[in-house]
Every structure is written in structure tokens, then in C-alpha cells.
């Protein structure tokens, strides 16, 4: 498996972690599993993708212990932001909340 893939997937599973572990955190903004998943898995790769130029200054070494930890980080921060964003918005526009 390139270095490339095996950064994205685990962006992707950062973020999803992420996503699931704000909503138990703050269950006002709690999409439920799936929606918290999916959130969190679109804000992780894009977190992972900007942490990982960030820390590595564009140019990417796939392989590298920074961009995997950098993948890790972004990931998670970004899966988790994006599941906040998108539940405060749900919350604004009066949307039933997944854990009622």
C-alpha cells in the first residue's frame, strides 16, 4: 500500500473518531453515529491534507513519521471541528436532535 493511501485512510478514521467523540462530548450538537461519522470523516481528510502540507511545508513525504502523526492530529481536529460546525448549524435552523 503506498504511503499516500495509508495517510488518507487514516485521516479519514481520525476524523471519524473525532466526529463521534465531539458528539458524546456535546450532546446538543449530536448528529447520532452515522452522522457524526460522516462529518467527522469530511473534516478529517481535509484537516489531515492541510495539517500534513502545514507541518511539511508542501511538499509531502508520504511515508514520513511527521505526516502520519500529522494525518493522525489533522484528522481528528478536523473530523471533530467539522461535526461541531455542522451540528451548531442543525441546532440554529431548529433540527431535531439525534440523542432526544
Do not use: K, Y
Not at 15 to 29: K, L
Not at 51 to 57: A, N, T
Not at 89 to 94: A, E, H, N, P, V
Request: glycine fraction near 24%; avoid cysteine.
Amino acid at each position: 500500500m503506498s504511503g499516500s493511501l495509508v495517510n488518507v485512510i487514516l485521516a479519514l478514521a481520525a476524523g471519524a473518531i473525532g466526529g463521534n467523540a465531539v458528539g458524546t462530548m456535546f450532546r446538543q450538537f449530536n448528529l447520532g453515529p452515522l452522522g457524526n461519522s460522516i462529518a467527522g470523516i469530511l473534516g478529517g481528510g481535509l484537516g489531515g491534507e492541510i495539517l500534513s502540507m502545514i507541518v511539511s511545508g508542501g511538499a509531502v513525504d508520504a511515508s514520513s513519521v511527521e505526516s502520519f502523526v500529522a494525518q493522525i492530529i489533522g484528522g481528528g481536529v478536523g473530523g471533530g471541528l467539522l461535526m461541531a460546525i455542522v451540528g451548531i448549524i442543525r441546532q440554529t435552523m431548529g433540527g431535531p436532535s439525534a440523542s432526544a
